[in-house]
């Protein structure tokens, strides 16, 4: 799923500012600053294995590099907006996320499909392919405490509420067989199964609407987030702990589902002689009510200053994949300070500039955005008061 709603808020928080951590945009509430503040953050990544993100919705042309087991893609975007005071901030919020698996077999199929230069042959895919994403609005309220200890050491803690409206789920699964019998053709028995309310329930060559029914889809839901610093204060080292959606879920209402199966008995070819298949032939449509489970992303992180130098290790984690990374903070002045890093799931650079009343940050794996697998872009402003 490609979602392209990104909006541009207004935001945050600490003396250099807080934002959502990690290729996750994983929010910390323990960072919430005491300061009464106006503030809005944006942070977007996507990302994917296989080919240029340019490409990745579309016909998957150009270099194609996908790894030898489970091929991901990744889409990550978070925007809140509000006030914050006392270690509390009550904002605005949106969220879009999903996350795409497909295995080898699966991976090399689409492209050869998408390209037309032939297929193995004497070549059995098997396929196994899922994506889980969703995107929603609402608001959000969180509190930062800080716990005094005697000693060095000092704890905060945070929890954060969020209440969502849906916009956008997007589940689906395909497994099956196809065997190759030249170049330009195969024999396929796949199942796929696709829930989304974006499907035109209104034209029957997408969507047969049982008894000619057309719902209205709905969805709202919960999530609960988490997350602690601990500081050694003589030392300025701390280590970082949150968990964004710890519980959440989304209830979602006449949602259209299609079940379609590829078959023989669908197939069709074009003028060159390419197989395609017919899955309208074999489809079932429905409307569903679920509950989507919210899958819980975990940021971990490790910071040590050396000077005016601060070193982080850290790692984001959800649904079996890790994104490590590492990087390191210069303190330039008072001020302004700037910060690189490298993100090792995806092998970008991400590199940023800070002030305490704003921040951009920059991600890719490449500076020609037309061959690049994986960006991203955060950016922040924040207005005391």
Partial sequence: MKINTFALFLCSALPLLIHAEGLLAVDNPAKNGQGNKAYATIEAFEGNDQVAMRQYGGDWQGNYAPCSGTNIGLLSARAETGVQWQGYRLGALYRAEALVQANRDTSDLVQQYNISQGYDVGRTYQIDYQIKGFEASGARLSKGFQLAFNGPWQLDIGVGLSYLQGQRIKLATASGQVVTLNTQDFSAGVKLTETDNKIDTGNQASFNAPYGQ?????????????????????????????????????????????????????????????VHFDPAATRISSYQSLTQTLDPKLWLAANYPVGNFEFQGATSYTQGY?????????????????????????????????????????????????????????????IPF
């Fill in 214 to 274: 057309i719902s209205t889809p709905s969805g709202q839901g919960y999530a609960i987030d988490a997350g602690l610093v601990l500081r050694h204060q003589p030392s300025g080292a701390s280590v970082e702990l949150a968990v964004a959606d710890l519980a959440g879920q989304m209830d979602w209402k006449n949602v259209p589902r299609n079940v379609s199966d590829y078959s023989t008995a669908t197939k069709t070819y074009d003028a060159n002689g390419y």
């Fill in 322 to 382: 890790w994104f490590p990374q590492a990087g390191v903070k210069y303190q330039i002045s008072p001020l302004w300070a700037i910060n690189a890093d490298v993100d090792f799931r995806f092998n970008t650079v991400g590199l940023s500039v800070r002030h305490p009343w704003f921040y951009l940050a920059l991600r890719t794996d490449s500076t020609n955005l037309d061959v690049a697998k994986a960006y991203g872009l955060s950016v922040g402003v924040n």
